[in-house]
């Protein structure tokens, strides 16, 4: 009987454990801290205050700092600025950030997205700020050197980002018979096997891949050279080396600044110095260009994001080479424009007196624009006026009803076709906030603003035309 007594309240001490252990966890869950928007392929939507109007939307696997929990609201810091955001599309990560770490979530064993810490130099971060989904294939710690098997997923990736995964899969031609593609050292992988299908490298011999080999910095030169022209000759040169425009190929750059161009390998020189010549890869410091130092994950990363942004900006220049330029531009490339509205009033966008951007009928500004790289599918720029100033706004992020100004630093901006001889121009922090005309409304003087917009509002006013000057 005593025994059935202690075994009662050793049971309810268990059941009294269990309890407060939910109710703690419940609890932590609730903590400011780091946390992960992570619902699906859903954005959640921030507000300046609870249910207030929709200023935007957070991407999924962004990482962002919740300063406090009321209920079913969070108070967030996003993009320098405090919004409101529901709690429920956000999973906490870590208490605090921690210098020299990013967060990224990346697919477990099962395939569910959890979250990660990935360690980056310093340098590198505002580079890579843009990947926000990472690969298990590269690990947590992207200062460390990449090998054969890793720097596969990120060459690879240039061709998925550029035409998509089941062209990668299915309709990129090869330059070898794929039946053929084996090797004594690894099993088959999907990677590793598109790059020797495309003659990108083929292995260290002796049909061997070397999967766990670290890669020099020469040798990153040479597969990201062989990439490029793999896209040049047989994706838009239809196999011939001598097809397309002589625009595409690559400039070549001058290794005799660097103190140990000697050092580069004789194999290894022609990739090197188109590489060098395209701004791809640079030097290291103390003039060296490091040629036979290992090349690190992260390294690999910005290159591979170098090689794509070059793929699409030599494709823009050609094909604003060819449009009628008499009339509105449909490409969009680095010169000298004007920019008006769509709307009927094609009203022009001036920078007034004081350094505003409003609508004028007669007076327009001519505006320098400039090509900066593609995000995936959205080309960016930079716009400026007078003073070799920037339109931007007086904050980082776009809310409703910002007004566009000139400002000191470079600012982004994605100017995105919306049919034909009309773009958006739209802000690269807050990709639901556009440049528009407020109202409607384009008399002289009125201000143009950003706003949010849905995709089941009347976008005319959000249009504009641009047109090169000579």
Known sequence: MKAKKLLC???????????????TLAADAKKPGIYMQTRGT???????????????????????????IDGDWAKVRYLDAEYYVWISHFERIADRREVGYVYGGYPDKDGFIVAHKIKMSAWAQDSLARITNFSVRLGDDWT????????????????VDRYGSWSVQMTLPGTVDSSTIEYNDMEYDFAVGRLAYWGVTSGTGNKNYSPDALVTREQMATFLYNIYEYDRVQIRGEGNAGAGNKDLLMRKGNLGQFSDADQI????????SYIVGEGIMGGVGGGRLAPKDTCTIEQAQIMCDRVYTLIEKKDLEIAAKVQDETNDANYITNGLYTIRTDLSSGAYVQINNNGMA?????????????????????????????GGKYLGLAKANAENNEKLMLVDTPYEWE?????????????????????????????DATPLITYNRQSSDDDSNGKFRFKKVY
Not at 145 to 159: C, D, S
Not at 265 to 272: F, G, V
């Open 358 to 386: 409003v609508f004028s009928s007669s007076e327009p500004t001519h505006f320098t624009i400039t090509y900066i790289r593609t995000d995936y599918d959205k080309h960016i720029y930079t716009i400026q006026a007078w």
């Open 9 to 23: 309240v050793f049971l309810n001490i268990c059941i009294l454990l269990s309890i407060l252990s939910v109710q």
């Open 415 to 443: 100017i995105n076709y919306s049919g034909p001889f009309t773009h958006n121009i739209i802000h690269v922090k807050n990709s639901s906030q556009f440049i528009n005309a407020p109202g409607f409304v384009t008399t």
């Open 42 to 68: 859903q954005e959640a939507a921030y507000r300046l205050s609870p249910n207030g109007d929709i200023q935007g939307y957070i991407p999924i696997f962004t990482d962002i700092e919740v300063t406090s």
């Open 144 to 159: 460390k050197p990449i090998t054969r098997f890793q720097m596969a997923e990120p060459l690879v990736g240039i061709m």
């Open 265 to 272: 390998s004789s194999w290894a020189t022609n990739a090197m």
